[in-house]
């Protein structure tokens, strides 16, 4: 007795596409790329000018804007003003005339040489013209150091996350290709079921004119046709929906196809050189590491807000009426020492909350190196899982089409029911999705080790 028939609806293998929701399409459309890369030029065509990598570039130049600010509160400050002002009156004093007025008035005669004093002292101006220049240079800040060091560790710490985010990308976009290649492969597979779905229903056909057959058998042929030509218009719809989806990951709105390694190149290194590996490269542990050394800093520049801070002063003036000192320029010179012996307790509470985000930072430091120690041999596992299930995948491909063909020429000569036939095509359906599937899985199980210790796809 034949066994029950297994759904003919193709697997949920789509919904891995990324990209949800039917599509139209026609049967017999064949799904055409405008650009067709291997998976280096993929990668290498993401790394230049992706919308995802702009993005995270700028993120690393915010980095390095922080550093810069940082540095500004330990270096000079040179300042420059101008301006015009008029006032309602003008108010001079005549300092010669004035001593001459008050020695005139003296009992006795006395001679009194002014001429070595200045002429007219200008206390308001009608108007005037100024211009200044002022430096201030710090000369002792303490804190400003640490916090440039604590900046400089802080900008490392974004470059690292800002690598660790594009790796996560790149790795998502290799994911995606193979997923790609699913597409194809269920196309590829489709197709097929359409063409030997069309070969039994020419041989019902020849059967039911022999009187070998039954028109229940040419219906039932008929109605799997149908079936298998609504699955390959899905199947095509899916992988132009794929393509679009990799040309959208680019930055354009190009459908991209990639061209996929049937084989995976180099041997799979063990749990101990991965997890090693990722000890060593993984971008997110530099960006513990500094994360942590940064809050070290912070830490000192907190304590070192208890010293004082020195700083030179310098300006330099110029206007169109002359100063009290009868000359139309000035220039003062200083030092200045400035210490802070209470602030309410800020300096106090800066140190208790760097002293907290140290601890925090040092817990995420170790965590981190756990997890990704972890994550690099559960990759080295999931990549011998993925090659057993490949070579079990096509073992079964192999099987399952040589049952087709048997089960066909077994219906030729009467052997079989059509029944068995279309049960044979099904299954030689679902082995060869499994197989594109283990393919997949396998190229994506070695992406995601690249991912995990730390090496670039």
Same mark, same amino acid.
């Given at each position: 007795?034949?066994?029950?028939?297994?759904?003919?609806?193709?697997?949920?293998?789509?919904?891995?596409?990324?990209?949800?929701?039917?599509?139209?399409?026609?049967?017999?459309?064949?799904?055409?790329?405008?650009?067709?890369?291997?998976?280096?030029?993929?990668?290498?065509?993401?790394? =230049?000018? &992706?919308?995802?990598?702009?993005?995270? *570039? +700028?993120? %690393?130049?915010?980095?390095? @804007?922080? $550093? !810069?600010? #940082?540095?500004?509160?330990?270096?000079?400050?040179?300042?420059?003003?101008?301006?015009?002002?008029?006032?309602?009156?003008?108010?001079?004093?005549?300092?010669?005339?004035?001593l001459q007025d008050v020695v005139s008035q003296f009992p006795v005669p006395v001679s009194l040489d002014t001429s070595a004093?200045?002429?007219?002292?200008?206390?308001?101006?009608?108007?005037?013209?100024t211009a200044a220049a002022s430096l201030t240079v710090p000369l002792v800040a303490p804190s400003a150091w640490a916090d440039?060091?604590?900046?400089?560790?802080? =900008?490392? &710490?974004?470059?690292?996350?800002?690598? *660790? +985010?594009? %790796?996560?990308?790149?790795? @998502?976009? $290799? !994911?995606? #290709?193979?997923?790609?290649?699913?597409?194809?492969?269920?196309?590829?597979?489709?197709?097929?079921?359409?063409?030997?779905?069309?070969?039994?229903?020419?041989?019902?056909?020849?059967?039911?004119?022999?009187?070998?057959?039954?028109?229940?058998?040419?219906?039932?042929?008929?109605?799997?046709?149908?079936?298998?030509?609504?699955?390959?218009?899905?199947?095509?719809?899916?992988?132009?929906?794929?393509?679009?989806?990799?040309?959208?990951?680019?930055?354009?709105?190009?459908?991209?196809?990639?061209?996929?390694?049937?084989?995976?190149?180099?041997?799979?290194?063990? *749990?101990?050189? %991965?997890?090693?590996?990722?000890?060593?490269? !993984?971008?997110?542990?530099?960006?513990?590491?500094?994360?942590?050394?940064?809050?070290?800093?912070?830490?000192?520049?907190?304590?070192?807000?208890?010293?004082?801070?020195?700083?030179?002063?310098?300006?330099?003036?110029?206007?169109?009426?002359?100063?009290?000192?009868?000359?139309?320029?000035?220039?003062?010179?200083?030092?200045?020492?400035?210490?802070?012996?209470?602030?309410?307790?800020?300096?106090?509470?800066?140190?208790?909350?760097?002293?907290?985000?140290?601890?925090?930072?040092?817990?995420?430091?170790?965590?981190?190196?756990?997890?990704v120690a972890r994550e690099a041999a559960d990759a080295v596992d999931a990549v011998a899982v993925a090659e057993e299930r490949?070579?079990?995948?096509?073992?079964?491909?192999?099987?399952?089409?040589?049952?087709?063909?048997?089960?066909?020429?077994?219906?030729?000569?009467?052997?079989?029911?059509?029944?068995?036939?279309?049960?044979?095509?099904?299954?030689?359906?679902?082995?060869?999705?499994?197989?594109?599937?283990?393919?997949?899985?396998?190229?994506?199980?070695?992406?995601?080790?690249?991912?995990?210790?730390?090496?670039?796809?």
């Amino acid at each position: 007795m034949p066994r029950p028939r297994t759904s003919r609806r193709l697997p949920a293998l789509a919904a891995l596409l990324l990209i949800a929701g039917p599509g139209a399409a026609q049967e017999g459309q064949e799904p055409s790329a405008d650009r067709t890369l291997t998976l280096p030029e993929l990668l290498e065509t993401f790394r =230049a000018d &992706a919308p995802t990598v702009r993005q995270l *570039a +700028a993120r %690393a130049e915010e980095a390095k @804007a922080a $550093v !810069r600010l #940082a540095t500004a509160a330990a270096l000079p400050v040179l300042a420059a003003q101008g301006g015009y002002t008029r006032h309602n009156a003008d108010a001079q004093v005549d300092i010669r005339s004035t001593l001459q007025d008050v020695v005139s008035q003296f009992p006795v005669p006395v001679s009194l040489d002014t001429s070595a004093l200045p002429g007219a002292l200008v206390i308001q101006p009608l108007e005037v013209w100024t211009a200044a220049a002022s430096l201030t240079v710090p000369l002792v800040a303490p804190s400003a150091w640490a916090d440039i060091a604590a900046a400089q560790a802080g =900008a490392e &710490a974004a470059a690292a996350q800002v690598q *660790a +985010a594009q %790796a996560t990308a790149e790795a @998502a976009l $290799v !994911r995606a #290709a193979w997923l790609g290649g699913v597409a194809e492969q269920q196309v590829a597979a489709t197709r097929h079921g359409v063409d030997a779905a069309r070969a039994h229903a020419e041989a019902a056909a020849r059967h039911l004119d022999a009187g070998l057959g039954t028109r229940l058998e040419v219906l039932a042929a008929e109605v799997e046709l149908d079936r298998r030509r609504s699955e390959q218009a899905q199947a095509e719809a899916d992988l132009r929906r794929a393509r679009r989806a990799l040309g959208a990951l680019l930055g354009t709105r190009d459908t991209v196809a990639v061209r996929l390694p049937r084989e995976m190149p180099g041997p799979t290194p063990s *749990a101990d050189e %991965a997890q090693a590996s990722a000890l060593r490269d !993984r971008p997110e542990l530099v960006a513990t590491r500094a994360s942590w050394k940064a809050t070290v800093r912070q830490a000192t520049s907190a304590w070192l807000r208890h010293l004082p801070t020195i700083q030179a002063q310098g300006s330099l003036a110029a206007q169109t009426v002359p100063f009290p000192t009868g000359q139309q320029t000035a220039w003062r010179l200083g030092v200045q020492l400035t210490w802070v012996f209470y602030d309410g307790g800020a300096r106090y509470g800066l140190l208790r909350r760097a002293r907290a985000q140290r601890a925090a930072a040092e817990a995420l430091r170790d965590q981190t190196g756990l997890d990704v120690a972890r994550e690099a041999a559960d990759a080295v596992d999931a990549v011998a899982v993925a090659e057993e299930r490949l070579v079990l995948g096509r073992r079964a491909l192999a099987a399952a089409d040589e049952a087709e063909a048997s089960a066909a020429r077994a219906y030729e000569a009467g052997l079989l029911t059509g029944t068995e036939v279309l049960d044979a095509q099904q299954r030689r359906l679902e082995a060869a999705l499994g197989q594109a599937a283990a393919e997949a899985a396998l190229g994506i199980a070695r992406a995601d080790l690249d991912r995990a210790r730390g090496a670039r796809p």
